[in-house]
């Protein structure tokens, strides 16, 4: 099946919830999800991928956002935002979109894992896996994979292993990415489950690049799929990764999540630090 079919099927598949969904309440007295988005660093467009996941996200469940977003386009980036030892107070869920291989700052790395550890959700997306490279494994361990390489720029298949875990559902057995960087994983941690993985030209077996994992007491979603605005745009992207946050807050259910078939034009509720 050719790639424009296949999302014309998935775009048909979200205009069928859509529609089935019109006539469910609106959750207007409850609050929104107060979402932080780290995002900056070395090798992507992280300027303009900070408005495709707040935006989409957005557009798909009750999500207000704060960006911490930082230009800055090298490996050794301290955001700023860490540097609050309760930088993470008020947050109901943290989207690390950051690309930094070399904070290896042990004392940082623990600052940042820290709220996870006592139970903060996250969700982990793409280079986030490249980041915070110390002396210990405990940021691998946060994110449930370990990766330190990934193969050539290409579109790649993405098969559902989990067809009917509550992330996963209505996706069919697979899709296809429009462009793509597939992560090389060397490692599943015990606490990770996979949902989801593609075969890689490069080491020519399948890694995985969608999972959840259970970090202390945090629940974490992670996905090594958006290197390119293309991959984050794809409303496939777009709403399993929604589904994936909602999953980590506890609150992925038909009312919270809400498919949309194309990309928003605009954010709402969105404060940039």
């Given amino acids: ?7 014309w099927l998935a775009g048909c598949f979200v205009l069928a ?18 979402a932080l988005l780290v995002t900056g660093g070395c090798c992507h467009d992280y300027k303009e991928q900070k408005k495709i996941l707040s935006e989409g996200i957005s ?48 004392d940082w790395i623990e600052r940042v894992l820290k709220p996870h ?26 994110l449930g994979v370990t990766s330190r390489g990934h193969g050539a720029n290409y579109p790649f298949e993405v098969i559902n292993l989990e067809s009917q875990n509550p992330i996963m559902k209505g996706f069919g057995e697979k899709w296809q990415t429009p462009k793509g960087e597939l992560y090389l994983i060397e490692k599943l941690w015990p606490t990770a489950k996979p949902l989801g993985h593609a ?14 994992n ?18 984050m745009s794809d409303p496939v992207f777009l709403n399993y990764v929604t589904r994936g ?14 498919p949309v078939a194309v990309a928003p034009t605009s954010a709402p509720n969105v404060a940039v630090r």
């Fill in 245 to 258: 946050l909602l999953w980590s807050v506890d609150k992925l259910d038909d009312q919270h999540f809400k």
């Fill in 59 to 106: 557009a798909r469940a009750p999500v207000e956002w704060t960006i911490a977003y930082d230009p800055g386009t090298t490996t050794n980036i301290k955001f700023p935002i860490y540097e609050n030892p309760d930088w993470a107070k008020g947050y109901d869920v943290v989207v690390h979109n950051e690309c930094v291989s070399d904070v290896k700052d042990l």
């Fill in 117 to 142: 550890r006592e139970g903060l959700p996250a969700v982990v997306i793409h280079c986030a896996m490249h980041c915070y490279r110390g002396q210990t494994d405990d940021w691998f361990k946060f």
């Fill in 199 to 212: 075969m890689s030209r490069d080491s020519n077996k399948n890694e995985i690049c969608i999972w959840t």
């Fill in 17 to 34: 919830l859509l529609l089935a969904r019109a006539a469910e309440p609106v959750l207007a007295d409850e609050p929104k999800i107060r």
């Fill in 214 to 231: 259970q970090f202390e007491k945090g629940r974490v979603f992670g996905t090594t799929v958006g290197h390119h605005n293309e991959e």
């Fill in 1 to 7: 099946m050719s790639f424009a079919l296949r999302h």
